[in-house]
């Protein structure tokens, strides 16, 4: 079956440093893969998301790319902000018939100023 | 996109009763899922919801406990059943618009303690 892995947490940060955090994805066909973000005491919102290999999202400086060879959508961001605190998922969409969402296991991002 | 309203946003439950918790579609939607997210850990899909027919409960998650309507295509309803303190938990509810490749989208979370 479709599966996530991502790297685990608690990551820690100082304000403006670089963020990497790995995901590596395992599914038949061709998913779309997304990151959202969740921010104390709030639901998941969509960071952002790639439907094909090669497609590269990008939102509030926040960038991944789907690397279908190496099966990876590592998320990253130049310079993060005390703001960018949150827990940050990794997930898939498989393009087959049940389309149900299937979510790594997320990776909490402190940032320090 | 589509916008789920979910309610309550959080409670504070004795053992041995049952919670229901909602969520409002703004448009008509096929699929509705509900995912129960633990202290620290990542979303769980408990069961999937289309309107018309039973919803496919996932491996671990059974009717008796968390019975699921889906009414019509804009509305859901999760009730967590004879709860312990196990079952402390953020419950979510969510949603994919038709067509290929779309994001789902997420209500705002049910917080749920039992004590």
């Known amino acids: 079956g479709d599966s996530v892995t991502q790297m685990e947490g608690p990551v820690t940060l100082s304000e403006e440093a670089c963020l990497t955090i790995n995901c590596t994805y395992t599914a038949t066909g061709y998913p779309s893969l997304f990151w959202y973000v969740q921010y104390p005491g709030e639901g998941l919102q969509l960071l952002l998301k790639?439907?094909?290999?090669?497609d590269k999202g990008s939102n509030k400086g926040f960038e991944a790319t789907y690397r279908k060879e190496t099966t990876s959508f590592h998320l990253e961001k130049g310079s993060v902000q005390v703001s960018d605190s949150a827990v940050y998922f990794c997930?898939?969409?498989?393009?087959?018939?049940?389309?149900?969402?299937?979510f790594g296991t997320g990776t909490k991002l402190q940032v320090i100023p | 996109s589509a916008v789920i309203s979910q309610k309550p946003s959080r409670d504070i439950c004795q053992r041995g009763t049952s919670l229901t918790i909602q969520c409002q579609v703004d448009s008509q939607v096929t699929m509705m899922f509900w995912y129960r997210q633990q202290p620290g850990q990542s979303l769980t899909l408990i069961a999937t919801?289309?309107?018309?027919?039973?919803?496919?409960?996932e491996s671990g998650f059974v009717i008796d406990k968390f019975p699921i309507s889906r009414p019509n295509l804009t509305f859901s309803t999760l009730t967590v059943s004879n709860m312990s303190p196990e079952d402390s938990s953020i419950y979510l509810c969510s949603t994919i618009t038709d067509g290929r490749n779309t994001e789902a989208f997420f209500g705002q979370g049910t917080r749920l303690t039992v004590v």
């Open positions: 919801a289309n309107q018309g027919s039973e919803a496919t409960y």
């Open positions: 790639a439907t094909k290999a090669d």
């Open positions: 997930a898939l969409r498989n393009s087959g018939g049940y389309q149900k969402v299937t």
